[in-house]
């Protein structure tokens, strides 16, 4: 079942809706009034905090507005508390493609000597990713850590389908509530980026289907843009490893990004990795019960 691509990044009002119930009068610097009746903030105490009124205000929730203009989405930017990723999907839905526009197409295909610097990283694992989670490149530690990307189609090497649909997922990533509402959010910023991306629209339908936690994280509007942290796996031969990953733009293809993990020095982990590093992902497997 597919998305439909004129609804999958949501509406600008629907994102408006989302941002003020997460934000607490008390956040927002607004005296409380006791019992409320909605989460959040009210559409009138917005509408001052950003120096509007009220019927424009709720003319952008309900999509009757024209475009508004950067200062009223700065303002709003402010007023909803948005950070960096959360005020540059606040711009693309404000601001969507014209239909059938270019930026809706297939993402560029990934050059083979991009390949080969990912395959050169040997002391950590290390893969390049497009913002709809393909992975397009990885080295043999993240073949072994992560997922055995060779052994796998191209369809099934997308890091959202192995959260939400593999049922191993969990015990791979320890930390998997944390990265199954970061993938949501990742998702979320290259739909409003790209709503009619066929490719997108047809993932996004598909875990909506099948993964009732996915469809809960994606009503939430939740907007994420990978950078830098921690990450914790589990591998069947060494057990718990937590590393950092940190990402970087690929230049030349808008959206990809290349994202390395690194261990401590001296650290469990890096010993870990070290003794993973001796061994082919068919070693492994093969090794496993």
């Known amino acids: 079942m597919d998305a439909d691509p004129r609804t999958i990044a949501g509406s600008l009002g629907m994102y408006l809706r989302a941002r003020r119930a997460a934000v607490s009068p008390a956040e927002a610097g607004l005296p409380s009034t006791g019992r409320r009746r909605v989460p959040g903030l009210r559409r009138e105490e917005v509408a001052e905090l950003v120096g509007l009124s009220t019927d424009y205000y709720v003319r952008l929730e309900q999509g009757r507005a024209d475009r508004p203009s950067d200062e009223v989405l700065d303002a709003l930017c402010r007023a909803l508390l948005l950070g960096a990723a959360e005020r540059a999907h606040l ?140 990450k914790h796996f589990r591998h069947p031969t060494v057990g718990d490893l937590t590393l950092t990953y940190e990402t970087f733009q690929v230049p030349g293809a808008a959206h990809h990004l290349l994202v390395v993990y690194t261990a401590a020095p001296g650290s469990p982990a890096e010993e870990a990795l070290n003794f993973l590093s001796s061994f082919s992902p068919e070693d492994l497997s093969r090794a496993e019960p």
């Open 91 to 230: 711009y693309d839905l404000a601001r969507p493609p014209r239909r059938g526009a270019t930026s809706a197409g297939r993402a560029p295909v990934l050059r083979s000597t991009l390949g080969q610097v990912v395959e050169a990283i040997s002391t950590g694992p290390a893969l390049i990713m497009n913002d709809r989670n393909d992975v397009l490149a990885w080295n043999r530690l993240a073949a072994i850590l992560i997922a055995d990307f060779p052994r796998l189609g191209v369809r099934d090497r997308n890091m959202a389908r192995r959260i939400f649909l593999d049922p191993q997922a969990p015990r791979i990533h320890l930390d998997w509530d944390e990265a199954a509402r970061t993938t949501v959010g990742m998702l979320r910023m290259a739909a409003g980026r790209r709503p009619q991306d066929p490719e997108l629209v047809r993932l996004i339908g598909e875990l909506s289907v099948q993964s009732p936690t996915f469809r809960g994280l994606w009503a939430s509007h939740h907007v994420h843009e990978k950078t830098h942290g921690p």
